[in-house]
């Protein structure tokens, strides 16, 4: 266990090392040492079938650049097993006063903002949080402390969350509100709460019906979203300060999956056409369930999904209904350290 949290501390926090090395001949190897501490010997057939599947489609289809950016993806799944060895409740327990020093950092961020050094990284073409994205004229920022990003450090803090609220630790629940709220990610938060009242409260406890219920919940508020457009707009004119209720880039997102689907037909079900997206350099699409067909079409976004066919505990489907749920609001599986995050809250045990 010491290994598995010295290890789930060491990722999480990497990337604020990278921060202080912003040349590319240094900051392009530094990216790769998080991917080489996931290989371990045990390997997860199933994990290796479904990621040589999907290589496969994006080989017929000529994507070989899916293959390179779904890399750290394709390791995650082969070597999975590692996260079934975790307990969930002793990492949680374990690295809480991490859960601390992040929220600490992330309030000085928020009240004295980034440091020179993280401003440098932002400004840079090294970064993937654009300085674009995090300094908008006239919103407070929002701290991604240690973390990749806002939705990354807020789905860390969801990892205490729920283990806090189901053990009904108070004290430890307020600390991880706050952490959730100073990260400020609305798609994480959303996510976090309408997994929890379908695993928790309705008490949907089948792998199948979580995907199934999850994904009709998340058309319906998608949609809702959409369609209360003009008086969420006026909100977030109303509180112009704040980047929770910032509604403008969340309409960003649905614009951009429009644009998307212009050139789709039915035949790129079958055989997959994201390679001329790709070509214009588009490579998200802010969307998981988009992202799955472009790239993969109706079969592989269907072999995708069998990763998760064998979940069982409570908490693992809790996080497949906030994997899903999120999934309307971001790709996720581009992400390393998302998807890293997501492996330990779905894969890992509650009690070994």
Same mark, same amino acid.
Not at 112 to 134: A, M, Q, R, T, Y
Not at 277 to 306: E, H, M, Y
Not at 310 to 334: C, N, P, R, T
């Given at each position: ?186 798609? =994480? +938060?959303? @996510? %976090?709460? &309408?997994? /929890? !009242? ?7 406890? #089948? ?124 790709? =996720? +599986?581009? @992400? %390393?350290? &998302?998807? /890293? !995050? ?7 045990? #509650?009690?070994?």
């Amino acid at each position: 266990m010491k290994i598995s949290t010295q290890k789930y501390i060491f990722v999480n926090s990497f990337s604020f090392l990278k921060r202080f090395f912003l040349n590319p001949s240094i900051y392009g190897p530094l990216t790769i040492i998080p991917l080489l501490l996931v290989p371990v010997t045990d390997i997860s057939k199933k994990g290796f079938i479904i990621s040589l599947s999907l290589v496969f489609i994006a080989l017929l289809s000529n994507n070989l650049p899916i293959i390179y950016y779904l890399a750290p993806l394709f390791l995650l799944m082969i070597f999975n097993n590692q996260f079934r060895k975790i307990n969930f409740s002793e990492i949680v327990m374990r690295t809480r006063w991490f859960l601390i020093l992040c929220i600490i950092y992330a309030f000085i961020q928020l009240i004295f903002d980034f440091l020179p050094h993280e401003v440098k990284w932002l400004n840079s073409n090294l970064s993937i949080v654009k300085s674009g994205n995090v300094f908008i004229p006239e919103r407070s920022i929002r701290p991604f402390s240690f973390f990749a990003s806002t939705p990354e450090f807020s789905l860390f803090c969801c990892i205490y969350l729920i283990e806090f609220v189901q053990k009904r630790n108070y004290a430890w629940t307020l600390i991880s509100v706050v952490g959730l709220v100073i990260a400020g990610s609305r798609g =994480i +938060i959303l @996510s %976090f709460i &309408l997994a /929890y !009242i379908i695993v928790y409260i309705f008490n949907i406890n #089948k792998t199948k019906k979580i995907i199934f219920y999850s994904l009709l919940v998340g058309i319906i508020t998608y949609t809702l979203l959409i369609i209360s457009a003009p008086l969420l707009y006026s909100v977030s004119e109303k509180y112009s300060t704040s980047r929770l209720l910032l509604y403008g880039s969340f309409y960003a997102r649905f614009e951009m999956v429009i644009e998307a689907t212009q050139d789709f037909n039915l035949w790129n079900l079958i055989y997959p056409n994201a390679i001329t997206k790709l070509s214009d350099g588009i490579i998200t699409f802010d969307n998981l369930f988009l992202t799955l067909i472009f790239n993969f079409g109706i079969f592989g976004f269907f072999i995708f999904w069998k990763y998760f066919d064998f979940v069982i505990e409570q908490k693992s489907l809790f996080f497949i209904a906030m994997f899903i749920f999120y999934g309307f609001f971001a790709d =996720i +599986i581009y @992400s %390393f350290y &998302l998807m /890293y !995050i997501f492996s330990i809250g779905i894969y890992s045990k #509650k009690h070994l």
